[in-house]
Structure formats: structure tokens, C-alpha cells
């Protein structure tokens, strides 16, 4: 249902992005990549993906954390395919710390990149989407933007905050066949999780092991950890048209954690 559209995954080099992106590019959709990583695992999977679904799929260094690169990409992106139709911000960082140790610079730099990004990239190619009048914004927010946990400040305060964005521009476009939501994962098992890990052992003060036991599944009823897939499909979903009326929602996908 998405042929002749255009996505922008931030962050879709690994984890969550990386599967976002490739659903969309399965239900046709053009695809642009960004993110961090190995420039031939990165070529590789940009590659692989257009292959697959025989969609154009392009690939933006883009460092999210600087308005002038996000601008220049939204650009350049525009200039080829005309508009970004579907924008899903989604990069994001993690880093666990009590307050009063908590590092300034890890507090600049994830309200940078987990909350003022999405701002700058909303706002940059909200004008082009607006012109087609059809337009999907998903933000990947977290449970932790219904619920904190303690050593997560700047974390939970960004992730608070794309709550905020994404009600509020979801007023603001509401009657332009524009939809703004955010999904709210619990825990997924990916890269991002992996490495908060011995982090949060430190801040506890118990094994890697226990962290993943009694706090990371600690938090979700079911159990399980949430898959990549499974947000995926719930992003996919957020495309189309049956969620015409899906707006300005936070939508949970936390095996019952924030139900707690
Ligand atoms: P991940 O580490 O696998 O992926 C993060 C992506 O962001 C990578 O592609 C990385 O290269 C990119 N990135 C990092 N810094 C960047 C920068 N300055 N500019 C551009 N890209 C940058 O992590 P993930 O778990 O897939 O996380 C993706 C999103 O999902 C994040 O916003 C995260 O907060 C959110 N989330 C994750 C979980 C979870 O349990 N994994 C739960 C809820 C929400």
C-alpha cells in the first residue's frame, strides 16, 4: 500500500529503524536510511533491502544531533523523491546513570538526539508532506515516556518529551491527512539494550544477569521481550489506511508493563 511513497527511518542502521525500515520498503515504499555504522555493512543492507522489494533504498550519514545535517539530508532527500511522506523518528541513545552522576554531556546529548531531532526533522519536512496532503509521523517514544525508571533522567525526560511532540503537532495537522503518533516499546532486545546492561549492573549493584531477569523483565508481565517485528508491524500498520484516525496516540507495545 505504500508504493510511490517515501520513508525516512532515522536511525534504521540496527534495531528497531533497521526493521521499520524494512517493512515499509515490503509494502513498497522508497526507503532512506540513516544512522551510525560500518559503511560496507551499511551498503550492504541498503542493497539488500532495495533487492528485495525492488524499491529505491538510499542511505544518509546524517548525525541527528546537528539541525544543519538534518536539514541537508531532508533536502537532498526532497530534491530526489519530492516529498517524505512517511518520517519516522526513531534514533535514539541510552545512558544509565544516578542523577548527581549523571554526565552533562549524556544529558545534552540525548535531549539532542532523543527529543530535538525530531523536533528539527518534523518541522523541516512538514511544509513538502503538507503539499501532498497525506503524510504518516511516528515517533519511536518508549514506555518510558508514560513511566520512568530510576538512572534514566535525560532518557525518560526525551522520551516524555516526544510525547509531547507528537500530541501536539498531531493538533496542528489533524485535519491535513497527516497522522502524528508515537509507539511506546518496553523492552526490545537490541543493541541498545544490550549495552545499558553492565550500566545498570554498576548502578544497582547486582549481575548483568539479574539485570536482564530482575529489571529489564522484571518490567513486562509477559515476560518476553518485544520483538523488532513486532514494533515493525505495528509501525506498518500506522501507514495505512485503517489508521486514518490514529492520531496524536500513544501507542503502547510493552507486553503489559505500563498496564501495571
Ligand atoms: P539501536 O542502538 O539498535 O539503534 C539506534 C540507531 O540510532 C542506530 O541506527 C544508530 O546508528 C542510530 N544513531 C545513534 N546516534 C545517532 C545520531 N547521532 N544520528 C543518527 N543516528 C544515530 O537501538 P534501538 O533499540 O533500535 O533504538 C531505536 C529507538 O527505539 C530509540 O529511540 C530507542 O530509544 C527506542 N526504544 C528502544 C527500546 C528497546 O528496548 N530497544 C525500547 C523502547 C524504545
Given at each position: 500500500?505504500?508504493?510511490?511513497?517515501?520513508?525516512?527511518?532515522?536511525?534504521?542502521?540496527?534495531?528497531?529503524?533497521?526493521?521499520?525500515?524494512?517493512?515499509?520498503?515490503?509494502?513498497?515504499?522508497?526507503?532512506?536510511?540513516?544512522?551510525?555504522?560500518?559503511?560496507?555493512?551499511?551498503?550492504?543492507?541498503?542493497?539488500?533491502?532495495?533487492?528485495?522489494?525492488?524499491?529505491?533504498?538510499?542511505?544518509?550519514?546524517?548525525?541527528?544531533?546537528?539541525?544543519?545535517?538534518?536539514?541537508?539530508?531532508?533536502?537532498?532527500?526532497?530534491?530526489?523523491?519530492?516529498?517524505?511522506?512517511?518520517?519516522?523518528?526513531?534514533?535514539?541513545?541510552?545512558?544509565?546513570?544516578?542523577?548527581?552522576?549523571?554526565?552533562?554531556?549524556?544529558?545534552?546529548?540525548?535531549?539532542?538526539?532523543?527529543?530535538?531531532?525530531?523536533?528539527?526533522?518534523?518541522?523541516?519536512?512538514?511544509?513538502?508532506?503538507?503539499?501532498?496532503?497525506?503524510?504518516?509521523?511516528?515517533?519511536?517514544?518508549?514506555?518510558?515516556?508514560?513511566?520512568?525508571?530510576?538512572?534514566?533522567?535525560?532518557?525518560?525526560?526525551?522520551?516524555?518529551g516526544i510525547a509531547g511532540i507528537t500530541k501536539t503537532v498531531a493538533l496542528e495537522v489533524a485535519q491535513e491527512g497527516i497522522t502524528v503518533n508515537a509507539i511506546c516499546p518496553g523492552y526490545v532486545w537490541t543493541p541498545l539494550v544490550e549495552k545499558q546492561i553492565p550500566d545498570t549492573a554498576k548502578a544497582r549493584g547486582i549481575t548483568e544477569e539479574q539485570v536482564k531477569k530482575d529489571v529489564l523483565l522484571a518490567a513486562q508481565p509477559t515476560k518476553?521481550?518485544?520483538?523488532?517485528?513486532?514494533?515493525?508491524?505495528?509501525?506498518?500498520?500506522?501507514?495505512?489506511?485503517?489508521?486514518?484516525?490514529?492520531?496524536?496516540?500513544?501507542?503502547?507495545?510493552?507486553?503489559?508493563?505500563?498496564?501495571?
Open positions: 500500500h505504500l508504493k510511490d511513497k517515501t520513508a525516512l527511518v532515522t536511525g534504521s542502521t540496527s534495531g528497531i529503524g533497521l526493521g521499520i525500515a524494512k517493512a515499509l520498503a515490503s509494502a513498497g515504499a522508497n526507503v532512506v536510511l540513516n544512522g551510525f555504522g560500518d559503511a560496507t555493512e551499511i551498503e550492504k543492507l541498503r542493497a539488500e533491502i532495495a533487492a528485495e522489494h525492488g524499491v529505491a533504498v538510499r542511505y544518509y550519514g546524517a548525525d541527528m544531533t546537528k539541525e544543519d545535517e538534518i536539514a541537508k539530508m531532508i533536502g537532498d532527500i526532497e530534491k530526489e523523491f519530492g516529498a517524505i511522506d512517511i518520517l519516522v523518528n526513531n534514533a535514539g541513545v541510552q545512558f544509565v546513570a544516578p542523577i548527581d552522576e549523571f554526565p552533562v554531556d549524556k544529558w545534552n546529548l540525548i535531549i539532542a538526539l532523543n527529543l530535538s531531532a525530531a523536533f528539527h526533522a518534523i518541522r523541516l519536512a512538514l511544509p513538502a508532506m503538507r503539499k501532498k496532503g497525506w503524510g504518516r509521523i511516528i515517533n519511536t517514544a518508549s514506555a518510558h515516556a508514560l513511566v520512568a525508571s530510576p538512572f534514566k533522567v535525560a532518557y525518560v525526560a526525551a522520551k516524555h518476553e521481550f518485544v520483538t523488532v517485528e513486532e514494533v515493525a508491524g505495528l509501525a506498518l500498520f500506522l501507514t495505512t489506511d485503517s489508521a486514518k484516525n490514529i492520531t496524536g496516540a500513544l501507542q503502547s507495545i510493552d507486553g503489559g508493563w505500563t498496564a501495571e
